[in-house]
């Protein structure tokens, strides 16, 4: 069981190259979601959904894409990078319905992307 | 905005000692997390308290949650080096999952 895995670990873009950031799962949870974590910013939530076909914004969505098309995957899409992206990027994932036991959000290990 | 906010921001301690963080959001909450972050690290879930709940236990952890006053806490008793790391306190509402700015805890020997 290899939980929420995030690839790649590191990735250093030039401004307006795109890239895809990978997040899959294997523990069948319906949420998924990406946030990116800045120093003295805490964590910030940029997308997440609650199914396969279903998508929706949170608090700093601009400058990202996502899709989800299976239960497993969803990836973070950069179209256009910008050196403000330069970030820690998490992806994070639970069962619906979860909420409400014991059990909480299973992380990846993050991405660290640095835009120049 | 975010909806959690912590204090304090940094938190230096001896061994053994007991550490309190703090944490106040602003809306309704369904539940209230707390997660643990070793530096360069992804987040490990602790504990997670329902609104329906005042204070619940985990080992060395005590978290209390005061819906009146919108406010959580969450105590490290005993603590140990290895208790070095941010905390961060996580409201969830309907669906989403919303952090806030973290507590920085360092244990000195």
């Known amino acids: 069981n290899a939980g929420v895995t995030q690839t790649p670990k590191f990735q250093v873009l030039k401004t307006g190259q795109s890239m895809t950031l990978q997040c899959a799962q294997d523990?069948?949870?319906?949420?998924m979601s990406w946030y990116r974590q800045d120093p003295g910013m805490g964590l910030r939530l940029i997308h997440y959904s609650v199914g396969a076909g279903i998508t929706d914004q949170g608090e700093v969505p601009n400058g990202y894409n996502v899709s989800r098309s299976t239960t497993e995957d969803f990836p973070l899409r950069l179209l256009s990078a910008a050196p403000s992206q330069t970030s820690v990027y998490f992806c994070?994932?639970?069962?619906?319905?979860?909420?409400?036991?014991?059990?909480?959000?299973?992380f990846g290990s993050g991405t660290r992307l640095t835009v120049v | 905005s975010q909806q959690g906010e912590e204090d304090p921001q940094a938190l230096s301690i001896q061994e053994g000692e007991n550490a309190t963080m703090n944490c106040s959001y602003k809306t309704s909450i369904n539940n209230l997390q707390w997660y643990r972050q070793n530096s360069g690290r992804g987040l490990v879930h602790l504990i997670l308290i329902r609104s329906n709940e005042r204070e619940k236990h985990s080992g060395r952890l005590r978290v209390t949650l005061d819906t009146s006053k919108k406010s959580s806490s969450l105590l490290i008793t005993a603590s140990r080096a290895a208790d070095t790391a941010s905390y961060f306190c996580a409201t969830q509402g309907a669906q989403k999952l919303v952090f806030g700015q973290g507590t920085r805890l360092t244990i000195n020997p």
């Open positions: 994070a994932s639970i069962r619906l319905g979860q909420g409400t036991t014991p059990h909480g959000y299973t």
């Open positions: 523990m069948n949870h319906e949420y």
